[in-house]
C-alpha cells in the first residue's frame, strides 16, 4: 500500500522560506505516468494546487505561486520536496503531498505550516 | 484559468435522503472533473474520475454525472459516514496548468 508522509517545520518566520518535504513508501517514485504533487489549504477555506513534479525532474506550477515555488525530487531516498520563498501570513495551511495522474488518488496526510513571527 | 463554482455552499440533510451538488466550470472541461471528499482533519478521498466513473472502493450510492460545464454529484441515499465537505476538481489543462478545485460543499446533519 502506498504511503506519503509530509515532514519539515511547523513555523516559519514572515519573509523566510518554507520547505516541506514528502517520504513516499510502498512504491518508488520513479513509476512512470505518474506525478508528484503539493496542494495546500488554509484554515477553514479550500484546497489549492501548488505544483507537481514527475520523476525525471519535470515540473508544473500554480501560475499564482510560480515566482516563489520550487519543487525537486530526490529518487534515491524517494522523496520529493517544496520550497516557498518570501511566505506571508497568508501562506499558513495544512500542506499535502500527493500522488496523480489526471486525479490525485493517494495523498498525506497533511502538515499545518504557520506562518508567524 | 479555468474557474469552477459549487452550489450549494453547504446544506443540510436526513440519513436516507437524496442529495445533489452541483458544480460548474467557466469554460467547456469534457469530462476532465473528479469529486472528492473530505472529513475534518484528513485529507481528501477521491470518490469519482472522468465526471461519472466510481473509484475503486467507493459505496456505489455516490454517481457522478455531467460534461462540458455542468456537473453533478449525487448521494442517493445519505449515510452518516457521507457528512463532510466536497469539492470538485477539474484536470482539463492538466498537467501544464495543473488543476483547480470548487470551493467546496458542506453536507450537515439536519
Known amino acids: 500500500q502506498l504511503q506519503l508522509q509530509e515532514s519539515g517545520p511547523g513555523l516559519v518566520k514572515p519573509s523566510e522560506t518554507l520547505s516541506l518535504t514528502c517520504t513516499v513508501s510502498?512504491?518508488?517514485?520513479?513509476?512512470?505516468?505518474?506525478?508528484w504533487g503539493w496542494i495546500r489549504q488554509p484554515p477553514g477555506k479550500g484546497l489549492e494546487w501548488i505544483g507537481s513534479?514527475?520523476?525525471?525532474?519535470?515540473?508544473y506550477y500554480n501560475p499564482s505561486l510560480k515566482s516563489r515555488v520550487t519543487i525537486s525530487v530526490d529518487t534515491s531516498k524517494n522523496q520529493f520536496s517544496l520550497k516557498l520563498s518570501s511566505v506571508t501570513a497568508a501562506d499558513t495551511a495544512v500542506y499535502y503531498c500527493?500522488?496523480?495522474?489526471?486525479?490525485?488518488?493517494?495523498w498525506g496526510q497533511g502538515t499545518l505550516v504557520t506562518v508567524s513571527s | 484559468a479555468i474557474q469552477l463554482t459549487q452550489s450549494p455552499s453547504s446544506l443540510s440533510a436526513s440519513v436516507g435522503d437524496r442529495v445533489t451538488i452541483t458544480c460548474r466550470a467557466s469554460q467547456g472541461i469534457s469530462s476532465a472533473l473528479a469529486w472528492y471528499q473530505q472529513k475534518p482533519g484528513k485529507a481528501p478521498k477521491l470518490l469519482i474520475y472522468d465526471a461519472s466513473s466510481l473509484e475503486s472502493g467507493v459505496p456505489s450510492r455516490f454517481s457522478g454525472s455531467g460534461s462540458g460545464t455542468d456537473f453533478t454529484l449525487t448521494i442517493s441515499s445519505l449515510q452518516p459516514e457521507d457528512f463532510a465537505t466536497y469539492y470538485c476538481q477539474q484536470f482539463n489543462s492538466y498537467p501544464h496548468k495543473g488543476w483547480t478545485f470548487g470551493q467546496g460543499t458542506k453536507v450537515e446533519i439536519k
Open positions: 513534479i514527475y520523476y525525471s525532474g519535470s515540473t
Open positions: 500527493a500522488r496523480h495522474r489526471n486525479t490525485l488518488d493517494y
Open positions: 510502498g512504491g518508488s517514485i520513479s513509476s512512470s505516468s505518474y506525478y
